[in-house]
């Protein structure tokens, strides 16, 4: 009888390597990049639910309000994910924030096009822009953030001087006619699951304006945009070939080269993506405030990069994950919003900002050792 | 129709005036290792590039399975089946063992245009590769970076069989591994090999080349000095052939004479 349950037991051990300690969900979990947002954004949560939970932070007006925010944020926050993890940077998306707005308002109101038009018009200059920059990087081989902060200035510059020489000022007003009955513009500018909101309004569930219809109107476009991307990109990452180009690109260029992935082209792409992701938020600002401003998306880039970080990806590149930043942005865009129901001065936030991540790098540091550390 | 696999005939190679390789031969058949063996400048480097398709040699002739070929580019060679593991593997140690394993070159699955990575069926096959080679990869999604030195060049070398190597050059496998790592990687080498692969070894390191090899090509100055049988050439030969062996015997003479007029 002993030695059949020795037998057995002996078995087993030859299917399970000694060695193998055991792997619980958690620790899985725990190699992941974005653990660390995920984690940031719970404790958020949790602090402005009990600091500010009776304030109407929390009401359906309030939540879309944050989720807004978070969302314009997180647009951008992806694409300069993906491009870190692609093992460069982008400074120039808040410039190109600020340009597209002028590409879509100027042809729309000074030259008369069509509006639909106009924003495709500001979609071709993004890609223009964003090879220009990728093509530069990739054949100079100079650092991304040189390259990119010259076309900070430049797009920056280019913007408020174009637009001064063609209106004689420095904002574009008067959009806000153009969008209806556009073929395009609706895209950028409608609030969906207005019937959701309609119908909770009827049962008395969210707060009602004076003439009955619900003070929270529908979903914004732009959290539409951040979720579709967000689900776009993590699956780029994980299961097409292109994503892991992109991680190879970054993790090893010399390497990624050496067994044939085109690295110089998987380059020059996420420079057009941050680009594109930099108009896709201008065209949603532009056509919901009815005017472009050349200052617009002023820091932004800085702002997307420290969410990238505290989602996880890397300075030095080839690891990261675009939910993670989708994360870092639901961040940063609660605690602004949130810090009006709390006490606290604003002011504050972007102190808490630069800690959160200073925090986070610290984090993510530890977890690239964690991950490369030979047994 | 010769018997050979690979021949390389009379190699040469020139950078304007500097003679970087004079008339190398080599020949190897399937299932053998030929050790290439040479101290520092001996033009190892030059003769693996030539190898790879990277140089194309300015004389001589490169004869693939009988017929004879020219190496435009790296891809050709590879083309061929002769595939090169340089020092620094390509392996990207923040990207899991299987990313790394088909990186470009990865296995799809699905309809035209949705096609997505087979990511089971390339966890699946580099946990086997792995796992024929005695390496247990724990979790073929672990990062190649906790992986030791010995088992990231058996990850490169077997990735190179995978993807259809007939002729693998590895160039000093062993230089940057301990004793224990080295004899890992060098065992796998020789099972390789016994599977019909012929392997030339690049290496300045005799101990680990003799055990392992069944010829011996030893190159100096960027000139062969003959290719040995094992049977027809000693450890101890090969050693003082290499231009350290004489240095070696010349220092040991000096220290010697330094000792004896100390000890005066």
Partial sequence: MSTKSKSIETKTDFNQDERLKKVSKLRLLLNRPELGALGGAILVFIFFGIVAGDTGMFSAYGVLNFLDVSANLGIIAIAAAMLMIGGEFDLSIGSMIGFAGICIAIPAIYWGWPLWMSIIFAFSMAVLVGYFNGILVVRTGLPSFIVTLAMLFILRGATLAITRLITGRTQVPGLRVLIEDDPLAWIFATDTFKWVFTWLGSMNLIALRTDGTPLATGIPPSVIWFIALAIITTWILMKTRYGNWIFASGGDKNGANNVGVPVGRVKISLFIGTAVAATIFATIQVLDAGSADTMRGTLKELEAIAAAVVGGCLLTGGYGSAIGAAFGALIFGTVSMGIFYTDVDTDWFKVFLGAMMLIAVIFNNYIRRKVTESK | ?264
């Fill in chain 2, 1 to 264: 129709m010769s018997d050979y696999l690979v021949q390389f005939n009379n190699i040469s190679k020139f950078f304007g005036k500097v003679i970087a390789l004079k008339d190398v031969t080599m020949k190897l058949k399937k299932g053998e290792i030929m050790c290439l063996l040479g101290d520092n400048g001996a033009g190892k480097s030059t003769l693996i590039k030539t190898l790879a398709g990277v140089h194309r040699p300015d004389e001589g002739e490169i004869i693939v399975e009988g017929k004879k070929t020219i190496f435009d580019s790296p891809k050709d060679a590879l083309d061929m089946g002769i595939a090169t593991v340089y020092q620094d593997l390509a392996l990207v140690s923040l990207m899991s063992v299987t990313r790394n394993f088909f990186m470009g070159r990865e296995p799809m699955k699905g309809p035209p245009f949705f096609k997505t990575f087979d990511i089971e069926k390339a966890n699946k096959i580099a946990a086997e590769r792995m796992g024929q080679i005695g390496i247990d990869v724990r979790d073929p999604s672990q990062a190649v970076g906790t992986m030791s030195g010995g088992e990231r060049q058996c990850l490169a070398i077997s990735r190179a069989i995978y993807f259809g190597a007939k002729v693998l050059v590895l160039d000093e496998p062993t230089s940057a591994l301990g004793v224990h790592q080295a004899s890992v990687v060098l065992k796998y080498i020789v099972k390789a090999a016994s599977q019909g692969l012929a392997v030339i070894l690049i290496t300045h390191n005799v101990h680990h080349a003799y055990p392992v090899g069944n010829s011996f090509t030893v190159l100096n100055r960027g000139k062969s000095l003959g290719t040995y049988e094992k049977k027809d050439i000693s450890r101890e030969k090969l050693l003082s052939m290499m231009a350290g062996g004489e240095e070696l015997n010349k220092l040991e003479v000096e220290l010697r004479e330094m000792n004896r007029s100390s000890a005066n």
